[in-house]
């Protein structure tokens, strides 16, 4: 069987995962280890007067209790933001001050004020209980729109109107234009809800600390461990980068809520030096709720202008975006470049303008997750689409037909150059594999069983691999995104890879593996691949944003060119050759048209042993390469939903769920399979279930299972998978990125089928039965039905 691209092969890792054998960060055990737990705050906004551990530290086997003025007093950093948005007047943006415990005021619920250590978790916890906190509560917002409003509460002195930023990007007279003689106009309120993350693996941290040689060790539950090392370090002052190692082994999903230094790792670390014992941080689910960066929560109104042909002819779009109380990493990119760059969808509009005003409110932070803008943009233009349709009388499919972009490379006027893409064959794919010609029929025969039955599409296209670093850095960004790969061949023929990319779900050690053997033709059982620690790679950008294989893998790639070079010459001196002869296969390394070769093994002994080598070589067979993108890559995709609705109780069944991707090559079908399943459960979760509800003085009111729904295997139908491939034109491999896309392209389509089988477009996410209910109340059972 073929282990090489495109090889449908069963995954390395899940070995030690199905048997209970895979080791988390909660899974370590430390010498002189102790526990910690959180002082956290019951009110959303609040000044902090007192702090009276004594109850506490009066009890056995409680350490310390330590508090933010404290960590202030020495000299720990505020927890920053990474991308820098400047609003449309070209002020910079005004974000409030994050200290990782708050120091006199605390501006969400949960947000904490000191730290409790104890010989045992139970006892952190309870003692946490026994710490006394005097607060003199303050009024709060946790409304976007209402923190704009004059009068409401201010988070931050330093942020006027609680506005961070008010940026845009388009030509906004030029949109005014094309929708002022338009001969149709789609206007759209749309609310993007809020979510939790809820990765199966909570949050967890392990400090080390070791006087001997002022060194720290973090056990932690990162996407990526370097710049959780770089930030630490250069921007927290915990410890100099070079007597800080981070390590990140398994970890039990991300979904970008991973991506950041949270305060309980910087508080952790200091932790463990205050008191010379390792300090254990695990939260609870209750605490994820309450910590974790939250997702979405954006406020929109839209118009869409069309001529008389159904051709769009300008777009606006006016967002409003909930940060929450402070600006976690990549909150101020997301609803920015991540998601106005994306509202030309895979439609050729001339004219397009965004504004998104950013703002603070007495929430917890918001931040990237699965997608991380795109399905906010994709959410705005496939509602747009599907709504048109109706109200211009014309099929949807064919609204999308006639703008579909189809010459490539193609400019948007919102800063993207999409360089590849078939829409009409991805539209053609999903529309046969969904039996879309049969769907009147299947209509008629709900409707014979008392239920609405209906079709909704949404066709997306997202950005991945964000680069090049130079284009990145003009629009903010503070770190370079490339990423780095070391190829080691040992003396008997084995590799080692070593890359700045982190698996946390993605199948990394099946994935990089098989581009090693498709290269080498080596087993993969040859081939280890080693990542998430600090002392043992150089330096890395970690994974998210559907970055590893457009990204990681191809660092892997420019690393083998240089070990194959040195292999080639290698070989050729021993087989007295030219090196334009020597050609790599199935393990060997070969005369071309002869039958002189070398083992794989004996190249790797030739260069450890070097007793044969060329003049002026280096011995040793081992390569590293940074790579840096030339441009974005593009997936896109057509998803097609069908739904039956019972009227009389608004629940939604999901009977038909289409999804017809283009991700460029495909290194393991079996693994992209599994990435779009979870991505589009996880939209289908948001789209009908999920949603992060605050009251209106900022209390949590969804802190837990009871009262959040996450989505189960009763709520998801089975999917019908499609591919349609145009290979990226931007990296070695080709590779476009699938980790988000199931995500991105979902939620509209749910909603869409949702609101054609109930015939009222209002209707908002979740689409909980009582507000489906609602809504055919509303406008009455559709003629068929009734």
Known sequence: MSEGIGAAVKRKEDKRFITGRGKYTDDIRMENQAYGAFVRSPHAHAEVKGIDATAALAMDGVIAVHTGPELKEDGIGDIITGWAIHSKDGNPMNVGAWNPMATARVRHVGEPVAIVIAESQALARLAAEAVEVDYEELPAVAAATRALEEGAPLLHDNVPGNL?????????????????????????????????????????????YNDIDDHYTLYTTSQNPHVARLVLSA???????????????????????????????????????????????????????????????????????????????????????????????????????????????????????????????????????????????????????ETAAREMGMDPAELRRRNFITEFPHQTPVIMTYDSGDFHALLEKGQAAADVAGFAARKAEAASRGKLRGIGYSCY?????????????SLGAGVGLWESAEVRVNPVGTIEILTGSHAHGQGHETTFAQVVSDRFGLPMDNITIVHGDTDKVQMGMGTYGSRSGAVGMNAIVKAMDKVEAKVKKIAAHTLEASEDDIVIEDGEVKVAGTDKKMAWHEVGLAAYTAHNLPDGMEPGLKEGAFYDPTNFTFPSGTYICEVEVDPETGVVEIVRFTAADDFGTVINPMIVEGQVHGGVTQGIGQALLENVVYDEDGQLITGSYMDYCMPRADDVPSYVLEHSTTVAPSNPLGVKGCGEAGAIGSPPAVINAITDAIGNNNLTMPATPQKVWAAIQEVGLPQAAE
């Open 235 to 385: 921007f927290y002052n915990v410890a100099p980068e070079h007597k800080l190692r981070v390590i990140a082994p398994d970890v039990g999903g991300g979904f970008g809520s991973k991506i950041y230094i949270y305060p309980e790792e910087i508080t952790c670390l200091w932790a463990s030096m205050k008191t010379g014992r390792s300090v254990k941080w695990t939260s609870d689910r209750s605490e994820a709720f309450m910590t974790d960066a939250h997702a979405r929560d954006h406020v929109t109104k839209a118009r869409m202008g069309f001529d008389a042909d159904g051709k769009i002819v300008g777009l606006k779009v006016n967002t409003v975006a909930n940060i929450g109380a402070y600006a976690s990493l990549f909150a101020t990119a997301t609803p920015t470049y991540l998601y106005g760059t994306l509202l030309s969808g895979q439609y050729d509009i001339t004219n397009v303008y965004c504004d998104v005003k950013a703002v603070h409110t007495n929430t917890v932070p918001v931040d990237a997750y699965r997608g991380a803008g795109r399905p906010e943009a994709t959410f705005v233009m496939e509602r747009l689409m």
């Open 461 to 473: 296209i997202e950005a991945c691999g964000i680069a090049p670093s130079k284009a990145v850095g």
């Open 164 to 208: 961070i930023f008010d940026w845009e990007i388009g030509d906004e007279a030029a949109a005014d234009a094309g929708l002022a003689g338009a001969a149709h106009i789609t206007e759209l309120d749309i609310v993007n809800n809020r979510l939790a993350p809820n990765a199966i693996e909570p949050r967890s941290a392990i400090a080390v």
